[in-house]
């Protein structure tokens, strides 16, 4: 009986813990008081997903709606900000990245052809909401314009200047910013993906010496289930210095990424070298494309104030004896040349100290001889 009790018991607890897990959530975070969740319109094209995906006609017009929340006592500034969605280092769709330079090939940058104020006050234990203007490129425009509407906490002069005056002014806080994807479409065709190399060179990723190449995807498609393998050897060798192999990774339209190349605990050595990489995309569901394949084949050349000045910044790295070497051995050199010319010149001063030995002994008997 007691084991049935016990049973059941545990059963109630499962069904508690899944129900509390299925509850539709709203952004939120234990550091920030501010919560964010979009009100999907009705023209909503994808009703499946919690962000907007909107299928609007060439040239149209649409306000649409996001609410913010206070969970805290005093009332709270909202920054609201616009960004176009880019591709991180780390291979993933960001719709943060508000500093990064926008990719060429994107013709209209979310910002561009949406607005929104800057600052939403929210009142204590409250909610407002705040309204994004959209407007639509005039000319029919194939595949997607992705973006991202962005929320944090604006600070207050009060607790800036409490920041700076704790520890010193060297307190580091973590700055929580919510993010909600824009979707805008103004068909249905299908944009096939394509991959381009813009560059290789040498860089640093938090101090470790790391080769990076800059991929691109110019298309207005989003870019699923990307795996790259990549080498890099001497120009003119078949010898692999360094490889890498990862998968995993997705581009948003109209943008690139550095794939880094790390090169371990290694320095950098000035010279010509060759990446040979080679990408995947290999989406899961056929809906997003098929199978597609890139082989890139790139020389670049390390300067020697390039490698010295990355080696420098560079931790972990063992010490590199070459110089010493070389300035011990140039010593060493010097020495033996100055050993050389002491014994050359005490050899040559004994040689003429024995000749004239033999002068004044040749001297003295031949003044004997006339005697």
């Known amino acids: 009986m007691r084991k049935m009790k016990l049973t059941f018991r545990l059963v109630v607890v499962m069904i508690a ?20 969740k979009a009100i999907l319109p009705e023209n909503q094209f994808k009703k499946d997903v919690s962000f907007y995906y909107l299928k609007m006609s060439p040239g149209a017009k649409q306000e649409i709606e996001l609410q913010l929340f206070n969970s805290s006592d005093q009332e709270v500034t909202a920054e609201v900000g616009l960004s ?10 960001d719709y943060n990245l508000m500093e990064k330079e926008i990719d060429k090939s994107l013709l209209f940058p979310f910002p561009s052809i949406a607005s929104t104020p800057k600052e939403v006050k929210v009142p204590a234990q409250s909610d407002v909401k705040t309204k994004i203007q959209i407007e639509m490129p005039a000319e029919e425009y194939d595949g997607m314009i992705l973006g991202g509407v962005n929320v944090k906490t604006k600070k207050t ?11 010193g002014g060297m307190k580091i806080e973590n700055e929580m910013t919510y993010s909600i994807g824009v979707v805008l479409i103004e068909n249905e065709e299908f944009v096939k993906t394509d991959m381009k190399l813009n560059k290789v060179f040498a860089s640093q990723i938090m101090g470790n010496n790391t080769t990076k190449a800059t991929l691109q995807n110019p298309t207005s498609a989003v870019m699923e289930d990307v795996s790259i393998e990549a080498k890099v050897m001497k120009k003119g060798s078949s010898d692999v210095l360094y490889e890498v192999k990862s998968d995993g990774y997705r581009m948003a339209p109209n943008s690139a990424f550095d794939f880094g190349i790390p090169i371990g605990k290694e320095r950098y050595r000035a010279g010509e070298y060759t990446l040979k990489l080679v990408a995947v995309s290999d989406p899961k569901d056929e809906k997003d494309g098929e199978r597609q394949e890139w082989t890139f084949e790139e020389d670049f050349v390390i300067k020697r104030e390039e490698a010295d000045k990355l080696n420098a910044k560079a931790v972990d790295l063992p010490t ?40 004044n002994k040749s001297k003295s008997k031949s003044k004997k001889r006339k005697k």
């Open 157 to 167: 002069e009060d607790k800036q200047t409490e920041d700076k005056s704790s520890q």
């Open 84 to 93: 176009s969605a880019t591709t991180n280092d780390n291979g993933l769709i």
């Open 320 to 359: 590199d004896y070459t110089k010493w070497y070389i300035i011990g051995g140039v010593a060493l050199l010097a020495l033996i040349l100055i050993i050389i010319m002491i014994v050359v010149i005490v050899k040559k001063k004994k040689q003429e100290q024995k000749r004239k030995v033999s002068k």
């Open 17 to 36: 813990v899944m129900v509390v897990g299925m509850m539709p959530k709203v952004a939120k975070a234990d550091s920030s008081p501010i919560a964010v």
